[in-house]
């Protein structure tokens, strides 16, 4: 059925020439039936037609389509024709852990906790010129300057840090603060403190989810770039086509050998779970489990009133891609864990012991204070938060590198695994979340001496870290 709205409706052919650029088909609903025909000549054998749900529209073809012989050697997708959205999630979880809250609800993590728990001391700020930092939105998301500003007068006392970012690439748009953008902007200011920060800020949407491959694209053509880029989205690694995954893989390896570390974040249901029948399995997140980039986990304060050790946060994402095969660098790491874990791993059936493990590294993602929206916010949770501190305090030592005449980091996970966890604290204790029935019951993986699916190799111990990554 057609709708008389003047929405545009976008189907997307994206690299449908060997261009760099994504072509885009619009299909507008004024012409909506020649806008078709068009798309159904560009692809002979698809048959678009408007599905409907609630308060949503797509456009999608019921038939396969075929793509001419000389168009395929240098297609490496099509999207926006069979798949059908899936439920829009990012990682934020601005809900209190119900568990937590109900104990007393003095201590939050603030700068000053972060800074002191991970050692970084009053001179620990960035002093190399040039180095910047970044967070990408999508989504919809975007930051308030001056929630950032409040959020630094608020809790940015005890250490020399910017009020303001540097540089927003995209719109900004109006409207209310998203808490996944505020939480990103606050925090990788904090540990990342004196340090140049952009937001990079994408609209629009691939296949209803986050444009990853745009983002990426909109990188590739820039020629000076920050280092360092953190992003607190994922989406289920079923939810996209493997083509569309590997296009972006190669962009992933393109950043990383421009010495770009891209930093992504674990997800927020460990090692997750899908419904299939009867069967269920664990759902790993991407691009968390692409094996180009650097994925952060979660922990939280063994005792969440004190600075504690370190214990596994039961939300933190973590596992094996099902269709990303182990890399090289972590071979050695993850079948130390497997043969140790042994009888008390899950069942095979839920997981592919052969793919791409993470996280690679982790940071406390419990109960942080934001400002959003000119309020303070406690008990802001999940991997979205460890994300951003990981990532400042790459570009830490990023600057400690340009200063000493070295390169900076690029991609960090050879180096990282190489380092045994040096430089980490380890997390040992506790296990994440995944299928609630009856054969695992709501257990996932569990944490353990050296690297582990839930944590990685542990915590960032600033000096130490830092120590290891000059060498
Ligand atoms: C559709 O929109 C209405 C009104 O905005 C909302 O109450 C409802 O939850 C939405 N349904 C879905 C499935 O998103
Ligand atoms: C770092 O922090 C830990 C735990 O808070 C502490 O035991 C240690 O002495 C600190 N310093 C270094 C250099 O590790
Ligand atoms: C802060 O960063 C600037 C370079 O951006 C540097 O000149 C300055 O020395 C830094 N401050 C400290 C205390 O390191
Ligand atoms: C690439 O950069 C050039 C020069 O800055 C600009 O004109 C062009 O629009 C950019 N293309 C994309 C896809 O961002
Ligand atoms: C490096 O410094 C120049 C000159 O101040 C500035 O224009 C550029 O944006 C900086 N680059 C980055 C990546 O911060």
Redesign the pocket.
């Known amino acids: 059925s057609e709708s008389k709205s003047n929405h545009k409706r976008e189907v997307h052919f994206e690299n449908l020439q060997s261009f760099l650029l994504p072509v885009h088909v619009y299909l507008t609903s004024d012409c909506y039936v020649c806008a078709r025909r068009q798309a159904e000549k560009l692809l002979p054998g698809s048959r678009f037609h408007r599905y409907s749900?609630?308060?949503?529209s797509v456009l999608r073809s019921s038939a396969p389509y075929s793509v001419p012989d000389e168009v395929h050697s240098h297609l490496d997708f099509v999207g926006g024709v069979h798949r059908f959205p899936p439920k829009v999630q990012d990682f934020i979880n601005s809900s209190p852990h119900s568990k937590r809250s109900e104990a007393g609800l003095h201590l939050g993590v603030t700068p000053y906790i972060l800074r002191q728990r991970y050692n970084l001391s009053s001179s620990d700020v960035g002093g190399a010129p040039n180095n910047s930092q970044a967070v990408a939105q999508f989504l919809e998301q975007y930051y308030h300057p001056a929630d950032l500003s409040e959020f630094m007068s608020m809790f940015g006392g005890s250490f020399l840090h910017h009020s303001a970012v540097e540089r927003v690439v995209g719109t900004q748009g109006g409207g209310k603060a998203g808490l996944e953008a505020s939480l990103d902007v606050e925090y990788i200011m904090s540990t990342g403190a004196n340090i140049s920060t952009w937001v990079f800020s994408n609209a629009g949407r691939h296949e209803s989810q986050e444009p990853f491959l745009q983002w990426m694209l909109l990188l590739s053509n820039m020629s000076d770039l920050p280092w360092v880029h953190t992003i607190s989205y994922g989406d289920d690694e079923d939810s996209l086509s493997t083509a569309y995954m590997t296009r972006i893989n190669t962009e992933f390896m393109k950043a990383g050998v421009r010495g770009i570390s891209l930093l992504f974040a674990s997800g927020d249901s460990g090692a997750g779970c899908r419904h299939m029948g009867k069967e269920n399995a664990f759902r790993p997140s991407f691009p968390a489990s692409s094996p180009y980039v650097t994925t952060v986990g979660g922990t939280s304060f063994k005792n969440p009133f004190k600075l504690t050790e370190e214990v596994t946060d039961y939300i933190s994402g973590g596992g094996f891609s099902n269709v990303f095969k182990m890399p090289d660098y972590q071979a050695s790491a993850v079948d130390a864990y497997l043969r140790t874990a042994g009888s008390s791993l899950p069942p095979q059936s839920y997981y592919s012991p052969t793919g791409r493990a993470y996280p690679d590294i982790a940071a406390l993602s419990d109960n942080y204070w934001v400002v959003s929206n000119r309020v303070p916010i406690p008990w802001v949770s999940g991997t979205s938060a460890s994300t951003p501190v990981v990532g400042g305090m790459l570009s830490l030592i990023n600057g400690q590198r340009l200063l000493k005449g070295l390169p900076v980091l690029g991609f960090l996970n050879p180096r990282l695994y190489k380092l045994q966890g040096l430089g980490l604290f380890d997390v040992t204790d506790g296990c994440h979340l995944s299928c609630l029935d009856e054969e695992v019951q709501g257990k996932g993986f569990c944490a353990a001496p050296s690297w582990d699916p839930v944590t990685g190799w542990g915590t960032p111990n600033y000096p130490k870290l830092l120590a290891a990554l000059l060498n």
């Open positions: 749900s609630e308060n949503h």
